[in-house]
């Protein structure tokens, strides 16, 4: 289970969370929604502890993220798998080092990691590129190469940071339909930050709304979808006023 | 006024600071050898490549100068073999190591810079560290490794390419024999010559791929920070290049 607990964070003057509280239980897919610059992906990013929080927590698996120390860290780093907006992938490095970089990490054989590289390549249909270069492939290739390094590691846990954004209609109902076939296989617990609405309806059980540092709304699809908030009816209706 | 430069006094301990804690880092990522061996080699293969024909480049032209010039200020009052010792000090003590970390910084310092200010900026800094990798360890240890260990290596390439060309200029334009010019290269040699100059080009070395990591790391800001880290880099790395070289020779002749 991961748990925000009151999470405030600020850059300088800037604050961006400001009393975040969430929790996403085992086995669900978390789709948490709200304006471009709203402090999503900084969320994202406390659970990992890439940042760390000015007050409150965010707890993994019953830890407290901020106050573990380096070995400690690793440990819930390697229950989580990140894909990055763009993608983050390594350039210099083919698609099979991309996706195998964390496995040899973790001091798997050479053929075991050659394995798990077919095999999660395999899962995002991309069989096939890996030796390819990051640079050579399209925008929603690359988000599938970094989907690909994230379930490798079959981890427990998966955090996509705007999995769809950027992408054409179809390539993002494919990225969706990536999202549910992994968390069918894997049995991942999922966070997917988004302010794409169809795909949060595709692929949330829970849908909650970050605005102004905290959580506005959260609730099942069909709430959501039928919220009598004039502020979240607005964002997912996509109305200028 | 007071107030501006209290300002400029915090950024200027808080940039310590910071250098502090990345040195720290650094240093506690030391004993993982298992991540940064291997880039390391990498590394020090791109310094190599990337710097040795910059270095020679130059050198062979400072040579040449070097002897001409030296010809020029003796006009007989100093015998002319004396062209070997000036070439000679001048190459091993200043003008290689200096002149070859200057073009550096621009080359390898600046290329770090920009390299780890667009990985930082694209979130593969962040990746790594999600994927459990100590980026001190597999990104800054290799490069700062490769800096330290190959810059002496240049150097000494450098300095005997500037000599070299030293010597056949004096051959070629200024009726010197070999047999003088080796006279005056040998006149007042001492080992030390060698030695200090090859320390100083590993203190450069360092400082420069130091600089670079540091920078980059820092990056903010997509592809104008890239472009802001890469000048920084180059700007900061040639101020403290000079001024090392001014602290080697007070505290070292
Ligand atoms: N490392 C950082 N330093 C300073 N400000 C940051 C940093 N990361 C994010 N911010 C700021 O925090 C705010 C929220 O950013 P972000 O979480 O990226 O928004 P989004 O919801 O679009 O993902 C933005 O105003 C951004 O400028
Ligand atoms: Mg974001």
Known sequence: ?241 | MIQAIGRRAVTAVEAVGQVGHFFQDMVRALPDVRTWVGPAIVQMRRVGVDSLPVALFIAAFTGVVLALQASYTFTGAVPLYFVGTLVGKTMMLELGPVLAGLALAGRVGASMAAELGTMKVTEQVDALETLAYDPYAYLVVPRVIAGTLMFPIIVAFAMATGIVTGWLTSLALLDLSTNDFLKGLKLFYVFKDIWFGLFKSATFGFTITLVGCIVGLDTRGGAQGVGRATTHAVVYSAILILVLDAFWAVVLL
């Open chain 1, 1 to 241: 289970m991961i748990e925000f607990q009151d999470v405030h964070k600020a850059f300088g003057p800037k604050r961006v969370l400001e009393g975040f509280s969430l929790k996403i239980r085992d086995g669900e897919t978390v789709v948490v929604i709200g304006f471009s610059g709203s402090g999503k992906s900084v969320a994202l990013k406390h659970i990992v502890g890439l940042l760390h929080p000015d007050a409150g927590d965010v707890i993994v698996d019953g830890q407290a993220v901020s106050t573990l120390d380096r070995q400690g860290l690793t440990a819930v780093r390697r229950t989580i798998g990140y894909v990055f907006q763009f993608a983050a992938l390594f350039d210099s490095m083919t698609v099979a080092e991309n996706v195998g970089l964390g496995l040899r990490r973790r001091g798997l054989s050479a053929e075991e990691i050659e394995d798990r590289v077919r095999e999660a390549l395999a899962l995002v249909d991309l069989s096939g590129t890996d030796d390819q270069l990051p640079a050579e492939l399209s925008g929603g290739m690359r988000k599938r190469v970094g989907i690909a390094r994230a379930i490798a590691l079959r981890p427990r846990y998966i955090l996509y940071d705007e999995p769809t954004t950027g992408l054409d209609p179809v390539t993002s109902a494919v990225i969706d339909r990536l999202m549910i076939r992994t968390r069918e296989h894997l049995g991942v617990t999922g966070v997917v930050v988004t302010h794409d609405m169809r795909s949060a309806y595709t692929v949330g059980d829970r849908i909650a709304m970050l605005y102004e540092g905290k959580i506005r709304q959260v609730g099942g699809v069909t709430e959501i979808q039928e919220t009598e908030d004039p502020l979240v009816r607005q964002f997912i209706e996509g109305r200028p006023e």
